[in-house]
């Protein structure tokens, strides 16, 4: 069978914004949205583009790489410089956890809008003084990168759960799985320093992956009984010698959440360790109706289930095509990839810069502040019920919106 495209707002065409980008970490994730904005043409009309004008990394062979952009952007090392341009009106903010408390309360002091990389500050305190600051200036738009349900089929299990028809949850797993660490002679990076990615590990760099969905649709952890592995203790520092890796690589949280007053099982797992496994995002719904199931290790590929008491339980497969959140040029029956999630996510905030929450073409926004948030009183709660070998309940600070 084939998906059907997906539902979209009607919409009536209004002259183009531009909107200047600065950015602050030039490295891998900072080219994927240089790349995105260079190919904005690929995106049916959102009456909104980016420019990305100036570009801040303190690494001079990783600011080369932008002069081979057509439109160079003016280039720096100090982050001061960016936040001082005047033709900045947004900011994309790519750097280690330690820095993320200081650059996005100077950025947004500045005035400038803000997407930044997760978990929106190394730990509970850091993540506080974010918080701080999104409440001082609620003119600006800020929100929390995470591209991964804006793959077809993340999308299609977001639109099933909000439809209804599973009957009661049974279970839920979400997932977000990678093996890069496996390789024990690999050189420690920063992810891997509890000093600049925080006591967090594995959870705070790709916990928001696994969390995305369930938070959007109300299924927040009540509780949480964490087991965090740190599988290698130490790797080379690529000087000849050896350094402590002291971040957890791999974390399962067994939550309990609730839908409906039916309390339910809810599994999170994030791996740097996981053999076989490259950046592989799933997310399983079990109802007591119908279940559904999407891995990006199958990309192309929906499963569900419908039953009735007695009936056969039998899973079906979909052919996912090219079409996301919003329309692009791709031919339907072509596939998609990561940079197009990451292109659809930009396409979310900024429809969301330009046209308000609900003026948006579509209406699946970017992560919020609060459930950026809400991770890092989930991953607090972890840390305490990994090392008490306890349930321990998450106590959030902040609602937590549609």
């Known amino acids: 069978m084939t998906a059907c495209p997906p539902t979209r707002r009607s919409r009536c065409s209004v002259a183009?914004?531009?909107i200047s980008l600065g950015l602050i970490g030039g490295g891998l994730m900072g080219r994927e949205l240089a790349s995105a904005a260079a190919r904005w043409v690929h995106l049916d009309d959102l009456g909104v583009r980016p420019r990305l004008v100036h570009v801040c990394d303190v690494n001079p062979e990783t600011l080369a790489w932008y002069g081979r952009l057509a439109d160079g952007p003016r280039l720096s090392s100090d982050w001061?410089?960016?936040?001082?341009?005047?033709?900045?009106?947004?900011?994309?903010?790519?750097?280690?956890?330690?820095?993320?408390a200081e650059l996005y309360v100077a950025a947004l002091d500045a005035g400038?809008?803000?997407?930044?990389?997760?978990?929106?500050?190394?730990?509970?305190?850091?993540?506080?003084?974010?918080?701080?600051?999104?409440?001082?200036?609620?003119?600006?738009?800020?929100?929390?990168?995470?591209?991964?349900?804006?793959?077809?089929g993340g999308q299609e299990v977001w639109r099933w759960i909000a439809a209804g028809g599973f009957g009661r949850p049974i279970e839920v797993r979400s997932l977000f799985l990678h093996s890069s660490d496996l390789d024990p002679d690999k050189p420690i990076n920063w992810k891997r320093r509890a000093e600049t990615n925080g006591a967090y590990g594995c959870l705070?760099?790709?916990?928001?992956?696994?969390?995305?969905?369930?938070?959007?649709?109300?299924?927040?952890?009540l509780d949480v009984r964490a087991l965090l592995g740190d599988v290698f203790k130490e790797r080379p520092d690529g000087r000849g010698g050896t350094v402590p890796c002291d971040t957890p690589d791999n974390a399962v949280l067994l939550c309990r959440s609730e839908h409906g007053g039916d309390g339910f099982a809810l599994r999170i797992e994030t791996k740097r360790i996981a053999p076989g496994h490259m950046n592989t995002w799933t997310i399983e719904v079990d109802g007591t109706e119908g279940s559904i199931a999407f891995t990006t290790k199958?990309?192309?590929?929906?499963?569900?289930?419908?039953?009735?008491?007695?009936?056969?339980?039998?899973?079906?497969?979909?052919?996912?095509?090219?079409?996301?959140?919003?329309?692009?040029?791709?031919?339907?029956?072509?596939?998609?990839?990561f940079a197009d999630a990451l292109q659809q996510m930009w396409a979310a905030?900024?429809?969301?810069?330009?046209?308000?929450?609900?003026?948006?073409?579509?209406?699946?926004?970017?992560?919020?502040?609060?459930?950026?948030?809400?991770?890092?009183?989930?991953f607090t709660a972890a840390l305490r019920s990994d090392a008490e070998r306890s349930v321990e309940p998450v106590e959030p600070r902040y609602a937590l919106g549609a």
């Open 16 to 18: 183009e914004r531009e």
């Open 80 to 100: 001061r410089a960016v936040l001082d341009d005047s033709k900045v009106e947004a900011l994309y903010i790519a750097v280690p956890h330690h820095l993320h």
């Open 112 to 152: 400038k809008h803000l997407l930044g990389e997760k978990p929106f500050g190394i730990d509970l305190a850091a993540n506080e003084t974010i918080m701080r600051a999104v409440a001082a200036h609620p003119e600006l738009l800020v929100r929390c990168s995470s591209e991964m349900p804006f793959f077809p």
């Open 204 to 221: 705070g760099d790709l916990g928001m992956h696994a969390l995305h969905l369930p938070l959007r649709v109300g299924w927040a952890p």
């Open 298 to 337: 199958r990309p192309k590929t929906l499963r569900t289930m419908r039953y009735t008491p007695g009936g056969p339980q039998r899973w079906e497969e979909t052919d996912l095509g090219s079409q996301s959140a919003y329309p692009s040029i791709t031919g339907a029956i072509f596939e998609f990839g």
């Open 349 to 378: 905030f900024l429809d969301e810069l330009a046209h308000g929450r609900d003026g948006m073409r579509q209406p699946f926004h970017c992560v919020t502040p609060e459930e950026a948030a809400f991770t890092h009183d989930l």
